[in-house]
């Protein structure tokens, strides 16, 4: 499956794909020399050109895109596991479902942010 966002590979900006580049990412298409697309897109962030066709190919899809969906199950095993293993309300479960799941996402943000400053550094 093809990612919706991807980053741009100066600023690691995440940026949203065009609906077109996204179908056609879907499918695996390889954009050619003759295709009316532009050849770069510009980084509303640094103006830096990031090339169309890495873009559409997947190569600067957001790398923890695994993990979206990852922690969308975890919470909804956490409400599961806490509506009927510990017995506690709908409206409380449905909660502790969401922490979980913005628990996973934050946590790995925040590692992402991290590593990114750590290799900045070096
Ligand atoms: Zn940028």
């Known amino acids: 499956m093809a990612a919706t966002h991807f980053r ?7 940026l949203e ?12 298409y390889a954009p050619k020399a003759e295709d009316p697309l532009p050849p ?10 990031i090339d169309t ?11 923890a895109d695994w993990l979206s969906p990852l922690a969308v ?6 409400a599961f596991v806490s509506f009927y293993g510990f017995r506690r309300s ?3 479960a449905v909660g502790i479902g969401f922490g979980v799941t913005f ?5 790995a943000d925040v590692a992402e942010r991290l590593w990114a400053s750590l290799k900045a550094r070096r």
Not at 103 to 107: D, S
Request: one cysteine or more; aromatic letters at 4%.
């Open 73 to 78: 199950v975890l919470g909804l095993a956490a």
């Open 40 to 49: 770069s897109v510009t980084c509303p962030g640094c103006g830096f050109a």
């Open 103 to 107: 628990a996973i996402v934050g946590a």
């Open 17 to 28: 794909k065009g609906a077109a580049a996204f179908v056609l990412g879907s499918v695996g």
């Open 53 to 63: 066709a890495d873009m559409i190919a997947g190569r600067l899809d957001e790398k």
């Open 90 to 92: 709908g409206i409380a």
């Open 8 to 14: 741009c590979p100066r600023c690691r900006r995440m």
